[in-house]
Structure formats: structure tokens, C-alpha cells
């Protein structure tokens, strides 16, 4: 059943009990309230937007970046139904073996589980970003024999948008109350802090209501959890399931950086794009970051290639003279595979650092806003100099293409130019120990009994690939476990 | 039209090639090195003007030089 909390505000406590909360309704929140109602749970699902976008709403992330400059703070994210994932591109891809391992030179712990722990629910996470069958293995290519890269595996979902997809399994479903404008402001603990005993609920019109249920489960995001949960600082000052300070801690981004442009000359090899990947025994090798080289040919005449000028002419003109007709349009429509751009997305290391914690401003519901300081360190910067280097050097060695790095790449004096890829991850990692981390390896909160988050955020290392995949399964893997508790 | 790409493409990474025969050489001075741009970055490899080009590539313009010239 799905309720306006504007309208129903009274009936979400009235409908009490349930057996588990949700908040957040995006891919984790859906994922892990489908899962739950299938094996018989009742669910309280939760979203603090609307059923469709609204600025006022949306304006509830709004918040500064400090150091790094971060242009996602507000527009990376989505807070209405269906969160994020009605602006996702779709890119879908597995974790490496390697991301699972633990790097020392990352000096953090990485996963506390293993791949195939996660990989688990691979065949109904593929079911549910409509990508059934697909192949995400990354592959050798035989016109590209290397033994420091191999060519990235992923599949692209539509993208499955979740609000479209299974709001009318919502609105029928007898085990999910879904509310939305519920926007959660409070997380109330025991007395001990050993439990939630309940959460408080506001709307933008000022309507509060307390909900309870056994267990309750944050999926709102790297960025929106961490500030909820510093937010909630009445019962503990640095805010619930931060003993060990660790809430906010360890943002991550996949890192994307213009590494440079090429230009063929094996055209038959770039008819599309080439996505590179390293190798496990590469990464070991060099100890640094995983990620994907991205070679990005222009490749139509109403792309930015140089070529695009002359072409527009040649079109234009064989229209006035004929003659020209024939040799104008074998070079308009001459699908280009030229000149392209090499970009990438990195992982970055888990940096304490790097961190979301809460500035001075509030917004409309009485809560801080976000400030977040997004730092990279050393090894980051030697992630994206030996990677661009090496797929430079490789397409050079296996006569594909020469590559001309930039400048910022050859000069470890300049500054390298790095945006996010609005992958969000990070804020409440996952640990078997507290110290290094929020959650255990069962997504619950280090020392609160029925409390869990799922999501992005509880990632303790980001990978070389998209992150939604990996969500999903997160999500299927916690709902599967807390069914048969 | 493919050939033809490629073959113009050959023919910019050949002016490349001078140059960076030129620096690695050392024959006209006139190549310093700056900040990377213009570099033996390791084995096999030279860089030349942010280009990153293999020790093949600058023999083969050697070649084309002696013959043509």
C-alpha cells in the first residue's frame, strides 16, 4: 500500500507493528523491502520526497564542499521516489577478485566478506536491473594481448528506474506500508544505546510522528546516512553508531580523470569504445588502485571531433553543387573512428580524511546540513599516474594507438584534475572491527542490535566499477540474512 | 577511407618520431626536457611533447630519414 504521510500521518504509527523499517527508496531500499515481504515480513518503507521530483525537497541535500572541490553534493544524488536510480546511466559490473582481498598499502581493512558471499544473489540482482544473461566477466581481447590489462566487463541495465519499475507492486503488496513525505529527522535509542526504539518522522509541513518496529535499516545514501546518523546527537553527542568516530569517515568516489586523448592507428580496433581494466597481477605488482582506462573514439560527424567542422562544409556544400555530392557524402557519412579522449574511472582509497560531517547551516526540518571535504592522498595520485601510464604505453607497444597524456599526469609538480563520477561511497564502511569501520559484516551497525544500513555507504573499498550492481546485492544478501533470523 | 586514417595518422606520429629522434639524440639541444613532456620514461618508451611513443617508433623514422634523405 502506498500513503501520502501529508495525508496518512497518523496511520503510519496506528499500523504499527512491523517487523522491519526501511528508509531510503532507492535500488537498496526497494531491493531489501521486496525481499523482506516476499519471506513473509511485514514493512514500513520510507522516503522523505515525494512521488515525483520537487526543488523543495531536493533542496534538503543541498550543502558545502570543502577541500576538494565536489560538484555532487546536491545534483549527484535524487530524493523522491526511486532515488538515485532515476538518474543512473546504467553501467552494471562485478567487483574484481582483488577488491576483496586486503591491500595493505590501502591502509584501511578491506571487505570482511568474500566475493562470492557477495556475488551470492548474482542471477536476481541481474533479473532486477533488467539485464538477465549478461556476461560481466572482464575478458582478454585477442587483438589486445596484454598481461597489464584486460578489456572491462559490464552490461548496461535500460536503466531500470525503481519507482517506475515496481510502484504498482508496491501499491498492491499487503506486507509493505510504503509512505512517502516522511522525512526521518531522530533515530531514538534505549537507554543502554544498544537498540533503536524508535524513529521520528517530520514532514515539510511540520507533522511528527514517532514510528517503531524490531529492526530498522538506513539505505540513504553515502552522503544522507552519515548525516542522519551525526545528526541524531541527542542521547549520544557524536551522533548514533559513531563511538568510534568512524561515521562520515572514508568518503570515496571513483575518481575521474581526463587522462589525455589519442589517435588510432589500428582503426579496425576502435570501431567502439575500449574499456580497459588492469589486471589483478598488475595491481599487485604496483600496489595501487583498481579502476578502467576509457578510450572514447569521436565517431560521428555531429560528435567534437576535429573533423566535424570539414564535414558540416562537405554536407552543406554538396547540396549547392552536385557534382561534389558523391565525394562529399562518402566523407560525411565516413563513420569516423579518429581521434578520441581517454578518460577513467579510479578507485580511490579509503582516506579517514576524506569525510562527510555536518557545518553550521540547517535546513528546513531542523536538521544540520552537510559539509563534505573530499580529499585524495599520494596513493590516489599514484593510481591515476601508473594506470595512465601503462595503457599509454600498451597501446603504443601493441600498435593500437599513441596516446598523449596530460600534462598534469607527466608533471607530478601540477595539480591533476580530478571530478567524481557521482558514485557516492563509503560514510559507514564495513569492518569486523569497530574501530575501522560502522558496520559488521552482516550490514549491522557495530553495537546496536537491531540496526542496519545498507547501500553504497557501507562499501570499505570502491572498486574499479559502477557501484549499483554491487548495491543490489548487498541489499539481497541483508534481506536474505535477516529473513531467516 | 580506414587506410587512409591510418596512414595519416602514421604520418603525425613520423613527425612525432623526429622530433623525439631529435631529443633523444641530443642532436639539436634545442629539446629540453620539461617536466616530463619530453622524457625517456622507461625502458622501450619516449615521451615527446606529452606523446608517449615506443623506441620502434623512432628506429622506423631513422629508417625513413636515411632512406629518404
Given amino acids: 500500500m502506498i500513503f501520502d504521510f501529508n495525508e496518512a500521518w497518523t496511520r503510519v504509527a496506528a499500523a504499527a507493528p512491523y517487523d522491519f523499517c526501511i528508509c531510503g527508496t532507492g535500488p537498496a531500499g526497494i531491493t531489501t523491502a521486496r525481499k523482506l515481504a516476499a519471506s513473509g515480513k511485514r514493512v514500513l518503507l520510507l522516503e522523505g520526497g515525494d512521488l515525483s521530483y520537487s526543488e523543495e525537497s531536493?533542496?534538503?541535500?543541498?550543502g558545502k564542499s570543502v577541500g576538494r572541490k565536489y560538484w555532487h553534493v546536491q545534483s549527484g544524488r535524487l530524493r523522491y521516489f526511486g532515488g538515485t536510480s532515476n538518474h543512473w546511466t546504467g553501467r552494471c559490473g562485478v567487483f574484481d577478485p582483488i577488491d576483496f582481498e586486503d591491500r595493505r598499502y590501502f591502509g584501511m581493512p578491506g571487505w570482511p566478506i568474500s566475493r562470492e558471499q557477495v556475488?551470492?544473489?548474482?542471477?536476481?540482482a541481474k533479473d532486477i536491473?533488467?539485464?538477465p544473461g549478461s556476461d560481466l566477466s572482464p575478458h582478454e581481447d585477442p587483438g589486445f594481448r596484454s598481461t597489464a590489462f584486460v578489456q572491462s566487463g559490464f552490461a548496461l541495465s535500460p536503466p531500470t528506474r525503481f519507482a517506475e519499475k515496481y510502484e504498482a507492486e508496491l501499491k498492491q503488496s499487503e506486507r509493505i506500508d510504503f509512505f512517502?513525505?516522511?522525512?526521518?529527522?531522530?533515530?531514538?535509542?534505549?537507554?543502554?544505546?544498544?537498540?533503536?526504539?524508535?524513529?521520528?518522522?517530520?514532514?515539510?509541513?511540520?507533522?511528527?510522528?514517532?514510528?517503531?518496529a524490531r529492526r530498522y535499516i538506513l539505505a540513504l545514501g553515502a552522503i544522507e546516512t552519515a548525516r542522519l546518523l551525526l545528526n541524531a546527537n541527542k542521547q549520544a553527542t557524536e551522533g548514533v553508531g559513531n563511538r568510534s568516530g568512524m561515521v562520515g569517515r572514508c568518503f570515496m568516489e571513483h575518481l575521474n580523470v581526463p587522462i589525455g586523448r589519442f589517435v588510432v592507428t589500428a582503426p579496425d580496433f576502435f570501431?567502439?569504445?575500449?574499456?580497459?581494466?588492469?589486471?589483478?597481477?598488475?595491481?599487485?605488482?604496483?600496489?595501487?588502485?583498481?579502476?578502467?582506462?576509457?578510450?572514447?573514439?569521436?565517431?560521428?560527424?555531429?560528435?567534437?571531433?576535429?573533423?566535424?567542422?570539414?564535414?558540416?562544409?562537405?554536407?552543406?556544400t554538396s547540396c549547392l553543387h552536385p557534382g561534389l555530392t558523391k565525394i562529399a557524402r562518402e566523407a560525411v557519412d565516413f563513420d569516423c573512428p579518429g581521434d578520441g579522449t581517454v578518460t577513467s574511472l579510479l578507485e580511490q582509497v579509503p582516506n579517514p580524511a576524506s569525510r562527510v560531517s555536518l557545518s553550521r547551516d540547517v535546513d528546513k526540518l531542523g536538521l544540520r546540513r552537510v559539509e563534505l571535504d573530499w580529499e585524495f592522498?599520494?596513493?590516489?595520485?599514484?593510481?591515476?599516474?601508473?594506470?595512465?601510464?601503462?595503457?599509454?604505453q600498451e597501446m603504443a607497444r601493441l600498435d593500437r594507438a599513441r596516446v598523449q597524456l596530460a600534462r598534469f599526469i607527466?608533471?607530478?609538480?601540477?595539480?591533476?584534475?580530478?571530478?567524481?563520477?557521482?558514485?557516492?561511497?563509503g560514510t559507514t564502511r564495513m569492518s569486523s572491527k569497530p574501530e575501522f569501520g560502522v558496520v559488521n559484516e552482516n550490514c549491522q551497525v557495530h553495537g546496536i542490535g537491531n540496526f542496519y544500513i545498507i547501500g553504497s555507504s557501507v562499501f570499505p573499498t570502491g572498486g574499479g566499477t559502477n557501484p549499483t550492481l554491487t548495491i543490489v546485492l548487498l541489499a539481497l544478501r541483508l534481506a536474505k540474512h535477516l529473513s531467516t533470523e | 577511407m580506414l587506410r587512409a586514417l591510418g596512414q595519416t595518422r602514421r604520418s603525425f606520429i613520423q613527425k612525432l618520431?623526429?622530433?623525439?629522434?631529435l631529443f633523444v639524440l641530443g642532436s639539436t639541444g634545442a629539446e629540453a626536457e620539461t617536466a616530463g613532456e619530453n622524457s625517456r620514461c622507461c625502458e622501450g618508451f619516449v615521451i615527446v611533447h606529452g606523446w608517449v611513443l615506443t623506441d620502434k617508433d623512432l628506429r622506423h623514422q631513422q629508417e625513413f630519414s636515411l632512406h629518404d634523405f
Fill in chain 1, 271 to 316: 570501431r567502439k569504445e575500449i574499456s580497459l581494466t588492469p589486471t589483478d597481477a598488475f595491481l599487485r605488482q604496483n600496489d595501487i588502485g583498481n579502476g578502467i582506462v576509457h578510450f572514447e573514439p569521436n565517431s560521428s560527424p555531429q560528435s567534437s571531433g576535429r573533423l566535424r567542422i570539414l564535414k558540416q562544409f562537405l554536407r552543406e
Fill in chain 1, 180 to 212: 512517502y513525505n516522511a522525512n526521518l529527522v531522530d533515530i531514538r535509542l534505549d537507554s543502554a544505546q544498544t537498540s533503536v526504539e524508535s524513529l521520528s518522522l517530520r514532514s515539510l509541513s511540520g507533522r511528527e510522528v514517532k514510528v517503531s
Fill in chain 1, 377 to 392: 592522498n599520494d596513493q590516489d595520485k599514484r593510481t591515476i599516474r601508473t594506470l595512465a601510464m601503462k595503457a599509454a
Fill in chain 1, 58 to 62: 531536493q533542496e534538503l541535500y543541498d
Fill in chain 2, 17 to 21: 618520431a623526429t622530433a623525439g629522434s
Fill in chain 1, 129 to 131: 536491473l533488467d539485464i
Fill in chain 1, 410 to 425: 607527466l608533471n607530478k609538480d601540477l595539480d591533476i584534475e580530478i571530478g567524481g563520477h557521482a558514485h557516492q561511497m
Fill in chain 1, 119 to 124: 556475488l551470492a544473489g548474482l542471477d536476481e
